[in-house]
Structures are given as C-alpha cells and as structure tokens.
C-alpha cells in the first residue's frame, strides 16, 4: 500500500531564505505525487504535481518539487520563501486510479520576518 | 476558475445526532471524495464515488457513514449517529477524467464538525 512520510513536523525559516520541505513515500508501481498547502483555516490547495515526464516540475507561487525514485523521493523547494507561505504543507501520493490519496503528516512551516 | 464548494462552514452537533455535510463538485468531474481531518492530525481518506456507487472506502468509512448523490449537482456525506471522535475537518474533493487517468483532485474549503 501506499504511504507517505514527511520527516520534519515544523520548520522555520526567515524571510528570503531558501526552503526544501521533505517528502519520502512508499508505492510499488509509479506513483502519482502531489504537494498541497493549507493555510489556517482554509481548505487544500494543489501546489504541483508529477505523473511522468520531467522529474523537475514547477507548480504556482514559484514552488518546484523533484522526482528521484532512487531516493523515493519528491521534495518541495523555493528559492526564496515570502511570509504568506506560512502554512502547512502535504505531500500525497496517488493510486493509477487515484481513488486513494494518502497524504502525509504535514510540514508546519514558519517564516520569520 | 471553478472550484469545490462545501455548505456548512461549520456544524456544531450533540452526540448521537445525524449530519450530513454536502458538497457541489466541480461541474464537469466524474470523481467524487470526502476526507477527513482531526485537529492536528493528517488528511485521511475516506471514500470515493464514480458512477453512482462507492468505488473505495477505507476503513474509516464503516457503516454510520454513507454517500449520496441526489442530484447531478450535489455530493453528500452521511454521519448517522455522530461520535465525539467524528469531530474534525471534512473535505470533500473531485477529479475530472475517466477511471485510470489518474487525474487530480481538487479540494474544497472543509467543513468543521464539532461533536459535543
């Protein structure tokens, strides 16, 4: 079955600094990954996505995420984090069907002024 | 640009008692979901519904819950008779395509269920 791992509960980071948020996941066929944020009270919204293709994909508010299926991993970045991208972050990974998602535990992400 | 809607925002319901939380997928989307959310805890899956009928369920969904469809517009989740650990965030999500595309999923606001 598939899962998801997501390592760091919280981070912090300041204002302009570099961001890499973890994801780590387990599926035995190609996996469908996607990262979503979630801020406070709001519902989830699709940051990127990779089926296949190009293992660097870009998504809005200038996030990239990196397939490496050596590592099973599929890593969130952005060169230069804003304070508005404070949230919290999941990475998920889909079926073929895509009938069940499973998200992990989610990132918490700070930004210090 | 369309998007998933979800009425109410918020529910506040005595144990015991029935909800049921709807949703308004987007129009042209042939899948339908609902997720779960306990406060500070990750989003869970519990059901999927293409063509009328349940098409996965976890095992969360067990038999207090159920899924309707009324209408060609409306996608409904059943809580029979509510428990304190029902209380959480509720997400209802559509894709578009047909079985096997793999298409993503697009997620509404939540509604917040507190069961006292």
């Known amino acids: 079955a598939q899962s998801v791992t997501q390592p760091d509960i919280h981070i912090t980071v300041s204002e302009g600094a570099s961001l890499e948020l973890r994801c780590n996941y387990s599926?035995?066929?190609?996996?469908?990954l996607f990262w979503y944020v979630q801020s406070p009270g709001q519902g989830l919204q699709l940051l990127l996505k990779y089926f296949s293709g190009d293992t660097l994909v870009q998504g809005i508010k200038g996030f990239e995420a990196e397939f490496k299926r050596s590592q099973s991993s599929f890593n969130l970045r952005k060169p230069s984090v804003h304070w508005s991208d404070a949230a919290e972050y999941f990475c998920a990974v889909g079926s073929f069907n895509n009938n069940d998602m499973r998200f992990g535990a989610g990132t918490r992400l700070t930004v210090k002024p | 640009e369309p998007e998933v809607t979800q009425t109410p925002s918020h529910q506040v319901t005595q144990m015991g008692q029935e909800v049921i939380l709807r949703c308004v997928p987007i129009s042209n989307h042939l899948y339908f979901y609902w997720y779960r959310q306990i406060l500070g805890q990750k989003v869970e899956f519990l059901v999927s519904f293409y063509n009328n009928e349940i098409s996965e369920k976890s095992e969360i969904f067990d038999d207090q819950f159920s899924v309707e469809r009324p209408d060609g517009s409306n996608f409904t989740l059943k809580i029979r008779s509510t428990k304190l650990e029902d209380s959480a965030m509720y997400f209802c999500?559509?894709?578009?395509?047909?079985?096997?595309?793999?298409?993503?999923?697009?997620f509404g606001p939540g509604t917040r269920l507190l069961v006292l």
């Open positions: 599926y035995g066929a190609t996996p469908y």
């Open positions: 999500a559509s894709s578009g395509g047909a079985r096997g595309v793999g298409e993503t999923q697009y």
